[in-house]
């Protein structure tokens, strides 16, 4: 119990498992030699396997964590909706959310989740007695489509320009 706010004990340890996950990945990613090995792949392969990064040994601890992150997500979404069919829309709302933030920021996916989140709320609340049918489930597609027309590297995303 937060004040007036009531938080069952599920949620909290979700969000606690969520956070220390976020601090581990972006420490990982900053900090450690192996990190630093997967952004300088990501970013140009060619130049880090000049500078002796093996790309195998990097896609291969890429696609590791990534199915360890989803285990771990799996898992905590789990616990607090159960299993079933519509778990699955959840996984493509990381889309709008990583999008509007920017593919190369993770405060920005951070906030751009946050919004589609409080986006798809709204959407639902006022704008389903006008348009029945799902606005709510629209809604942050919708949004990214037009914010892309207007700001087409996200929130903090940057462009990347090749010199030749």
């Known amino acids: 119990k937060l004040g007036f706010l009531v938080i069952g004990r599920v949620y909290l340890w979700s969000f606690v498992a969520a956070m220390i996950l976020l601090v581990l990945f972006v420490s990982f990613f900053k900090y450690t030699r192996w990190g630093l090995a997967m952004q300088a ?5 060619m130049a880090a396997v000049s500078l002796g990064i093996s790309a195998r040994f990097v896609y291969a601890a890429a ?27 959840l996984s493509l709302l990381v889309l709008p959310a ?3 933030g920017g593919l ?16 798809q709320n709204l959407s639902g609340t006022y ?12 809604a942050p597609f919708l949004f990214m489509t037009i914010f892309l027309l207007f700001k087409p590297f996200g929130l903090w995303g940057w462009e990347r320009i090749e010199r030749v």
């Open 41 to 45: 792949t990501a970013d140009d392969e």
């Open 63 to 89: 696609w590791s964590i990534a199915f360890m992150a989803a285990g771990v997500g799996g898992t905590l979404l789990g616990n607090i909706n159960g299993l079933n069919i519509s778990v699955g829309y």
């Open 98 to 100: 990583v999008v509007l």
């Open 104 to 119: 190369n920021s993770v405060p920005g996916a951070i906030v751009g989740g946050i919004v589609i989140g409080i986006l």
């Open 127 to 138: 704008l389903d007695r006008y348009f029945p049918g799902g606005v709510r489930e629209v």
